[in-house]
């Protein structure tokens, strides 16, 4: 039974210090048809690039066949295609010399050419998902949320004269302001669930950890209120977005109770308190977060590191001892294109993760990954070149039905990766012209 009273898509359950934002609900106001679903836009980065022997399909088209590296996409093949053929070519050297790491995470979602400098100064360009949040913020909570797994300072020289800035970020505000990631399932958590008011997330998380309360207590009243009110469909829609994040709830004090031993090891800091010891839960716990943002709509855009550009961690759970940018100058050693490409098929489960949670979160007619528009890779080739173009690069998600996955679409040599970036703002609504050194839209991923 319908419904005779609609409730906002933007209704919060609130409580001291708490501000829990709703997934779609029958009762809201909203249509529930795919078409009327909000468009997310995410955008996932590793460095260092990858074995392409085994990551490149052989065949073109829907017909290809999953190389070992992309096999643990296999039960979504339909719902990604794999891009060959852009390129940064900002990420080049272009007369500026060595530092391909550090221009790879700066020109990742810019399309600008990094400011090599001896001083302070730090310069890429407005990154594509900032000018997205933007233009989503005055309907969302956030405008984005940028995370990551590696911490990083922004300042001092991290790769051959550019700054730390470019290798810990690839979010830009402006072209002079790198957007800080939060690596802290924690800082994550209270932001997306914590009250807007700062004396009231202080006064909340100081007795629900004197109380071992969790911070769905505090919204209990507000959330029995509408409950009553709801259809049958609805209370369990609530009751299971509820459930999930009590569970989120539950991982994030496992890992502070049990503390972490991980470093980052790119530069050698010690990860912040809290953060899981495994890097897979550390990236599902974020990616987990990240699906509940996407669904309550309380940000449309996320940026991912899953490591620092030039990151030289090592993968011991995946049999991997060595440094993951040691391994990249493989210098096409067996061993070593064998060691990295294990690391790559271990990046690949964790994206397969998520996406496997954005198709598995009902919406309307369909779900978040018929809602969303992923992209997924690198802005180095092979880490042994050092090249920027050919890159390895994956696009999710069917994007309101803007894109047909599905396929390995080939583009010719030098086709600017920007041109991804201008069709997908551009399908997502976002009024653009040319982003970056774009030259138009990319063809081959509509229907």
């Known amino acids: 039974m319908k419904s005779s009273w609609n409730?906002?898509?933007?209704?919060?359950?609130?409580?001291?210090?708490?501000?829990?934002?709703?997934?779609?609900?029958?009762?809201?106001?909203?249509?529930?048809?795919?078409?009327?679903?909000?468009t997310r836009l995410g955008?996932?980065?590793?460095?260092?690039?990858?074995?392409?022997?085994?990551?490149?399909?052989?065949?073109?088209?829907?017909?290809?066949?999953?190389?070992?590296?992309?096999k643990p996409l296999a039960s979504l093949?339909?719902?990604?295609?794999?891009?060959?053929?852009?390129?940064?070519?900002?990420?080049?050297?272009?007369?500026?010399?060595?530092?391909?790491?550090?221009?790879?995470?700066?020109?990742?979602?810019?399309?600008?050419?990094?400011?090599?400098?001896?001083?302070?100064?730090?310069?890429?360009?407005?990154?594509?998902?900032?000018?997205?949040?933007?233009?989503?913020?005055?309907?969302?909570?956030?405008?984005?949320?940028?995370?990551?797994?590696?911490?990083?300072?922004?300042?001092?020289?991290?790769?051959?004269?550019?700054?730390?800035?470019?290798?810990?970020?690839?979010?830009?505000?402006?072209?002079?302001?790198?957007?800080?990631?939060q690596v802290n399932p924690r800082e994550v958590f209270e932001r997306l669930f914590g009250n807007e008011i700062g004396k009231d997330v202080k006064v909340s998380q100081s007795d629900r950890q004197r109380?071992?309360?969790?911070?769905?207590?505090?919204?209990?009243?507000?959330?029995?209120?509408?409950?009553?009110?709801?259809?049958?469909?609805?209370?369990?829609?609530?009751?299971?977005?509820?459930?999930?994040?009590?569970?989120?709830?539950?991982?994030?004090?496992?890992?502070?109770?049990?503390?972490?031993?991980?470093?980052?090891?790119?530069r050698g800091f010690a990860a912040p308190e809290g953060v899981p010891d495994a890097f897979e839960e550390h990236v599902r716990l974020l990616g987990d977060m990240m699906v509940l943002a996407f669904q309550t709509d309380v940000t449309r855009v996320c940026s991912f590191m899953f490591a620092n550009a030039g990151s030289n961690r090592a993968y011991r759970e995946v049999g991997?001892?060595?440094?993951?940018?040691?391994?990249?100058?493989?210098?096409?050693?067996?061993?070593?294109?064998?060691?990295?490409?294990?690391?790559?098929?271990?990046?690949?489960?964790?994206?397969?993760?998520?996406?496997?949670?954005?198709?598995a979160t009902k919406e309307g007619d369909g779900n978040l990954l018929d809602h969303s528009m992923i992209v997924y890779g690198s802005a180095i080739s092979d880490g042994n070149r050092h090249n920027h173009d050919d890159l390895p690069l994956l696009v999710a998600g069917h994007g309101n039905g803007a894109f047909k996955p599905g396929r390995h679409v080939v583009y010719p040599q030098d086709t600017p990766m920007c041109n991804l970036f201008n069709t997908m703002l551009d399908s997502a609504g976002v009024p653009v012209g040319l982003f970056g050194d774009s030259t138009g839209r990319l063809r081959h991923l509509g229907a």
């Open 211 to 266: 109380h071992r309360k969790s911070i769905l207590d505090f919204v209990l009243e507000d959330a029995s209120n509408l409950q009553g009110k709801v259809s049958h469909n609805d209370k369990t829609k609530l009751d299971e977005y509820l459930t999930s994040i009590r569970e989120i709830e539950q991982r994030i004090e496992r890992a502070e109770e049990t503390g972490s031993e991980h470093e980052d090891l790119i």
């Open 7 to 38: 409730l906002s898509r933007r209704h919060f359950l609130r409580g001291l210090g708490a501000a829990i934002a709703l997934p779609s609900l029958d009762v809201m106001a909203t249509g529930s048809k795919a078409g009327a679903m909000p």
């Open 77 to 181: 093949k339909n719902d990604f295609s794999v891009l060959t053929g852009l390129t940064h070519n900002s990420g080049r050297a272009n007369d500026d010399g060595a530092g391909d790491h550090a221009r790879s995470g700066g020109v990742f979602l810019t399309g600008a050419q990094p400011l090599k400098s001896e001083g302070a100064e730090i310069r890429a360009g407005k990154s594509v998902d900032q000018v997205a949040g933007e233009y989503f913020a005055s309907q969302t909570r956030f405008g984005s949320l940028e995370l990551g797994t590696e911490t990083g300072r922004p300042y001092g020289k991290c790769d051959s004269g550019y700054s730390c800035g470019y290798s810990n970020n690839i979010s830009w505000k402006d072209e002079t302001t790198p957007m800080g990631k």
């Open 320 to 359: 991997v001892h060595e440094g993951h940018h040691a391994l990249s100058h493989h210098q096409s050693r067996p061993e070593k294109l064998a060691a990295l490409a294990e690391i790559n098929r271990h990046h690949i489960t964790q994206l397969a993760y998520v996406l496997q949670r954005l198709k």
């Open 43 to 70: 955008f996932f980065f590793v460095p260092n690039g990858v074995n392409l022997d085994h990551w490149r399909p052989t065949k073109v088209g829907a017909n290809y066949e999953l190389p070992r590296t992309l």
